[in-house]
Each structure stands twice: as structure tokens, then as C-alpha cells.
Nanobody
Framework: QVQLLESGGGLVQAGGSLRLSCAAS????????MGWFRQAPGKEREFVGA????????RYADSVKGRFTISKDNTKNTVYLQMNSLKPEDTAVYYC???????????????WGQGTQVTVSS
């Protein structure tokens, strides 16, 4: 089992940047692929991006491609979501997720963090 804790959320102006972190504890971090999801008020949770077990492959939602970057440091048991050129529509609670066998776009990951709020003002 793995426990996940997100940090780094906050309030930022449109066009600004934030870096979210997700620290993991439990089983070896390299055993897990990681995903980032977000949920805006009144909307369903949606896929943002994911990174493979080794950290060498990534995939992103079209809405964030070219603006967001996921990285994974297996030595620090941490995955990052670097968010640049933020837009008001990026406002949401952001969640990281982990899974030993899946790194797709559906919210079928086994383990989830509590989420961190990101608010982008116009």
C-alpha cells in the first residue's frame, strides 16, 4: 500500500506558474505509475497527465499539453506537476494517484491523495 500527500497548491494569476508535489510513502515508489487528476466545482474529475513507473514516459490531456509537465523522482519518492501559463479554467482541486499496473487516463488508480487546491485568477 502507498500513502500520497499533495502540496504546492495556492492562488496564482493567469499566466503564472505553480509546481505541485506528491510525496509517497509505503512500498517502493518505482513500483508505481503516477497520475494527476483535477476536479473543478460542479464538474467530474478529469485526467491531467500520467507518468510511467520508471518516469521515462508521460502522457497529457489535450487541455494541458505544452503547458504542464510531470516528472518523477524515485529517489525522493515524489512526483511533480509543473504548471505554466495557467488559465482560470485550470482552477480545481488537483489529486495525485498511484497504481502498480495502470497509468491510463481513467480514474482507475488504486491509491489517491487528498488533493490540493489550485486557484487561477483572471
Amino acid at each position: 500500500q502507498v500513502q500520497l500527500l499533495e502540496s504546492g497548491g495556492g492562488l496564482v494569476q493567469a499566466g503564472g506558474s505553480l509546481r505541485l508535489s506528491c510525496a509517497a510513502s509505503g512500498r517502493p515508489f518505482s513500483s508505481y505509475a503516477m497520475g494527476w487528476f483535477r476536479q473543478a466545482p460542479g464538474k467530474e474529475r478529469e485526467f491531467v497527465g500520467a507518468i510511467s513507473w520508471s518516469g521515462t514516459s508521460t502522457r497529457y490531456a489535450d487541455s494541458v499539453k505544452g503547458r504542464f509537465t510531470i516528472s518523477k523522482d524515485n529517489t525522493k519518492n515524489t512526483v511533480y506537476l509543473q504548471m505554466n501559463s495557467l488559465k482560470p479554467e485550470d482552477t480545481a482541486v488537483y489529486y495525485c494517484a498511484a497504481d502498480p499496473t495502470y497509468w491510463g487516463t481513467r480514474d482507475e488508480y488504486d491509491y489517491w491523495g487528498q488533493g490540493t487546491q489550485v486557484t487561477v485568477s483572471s
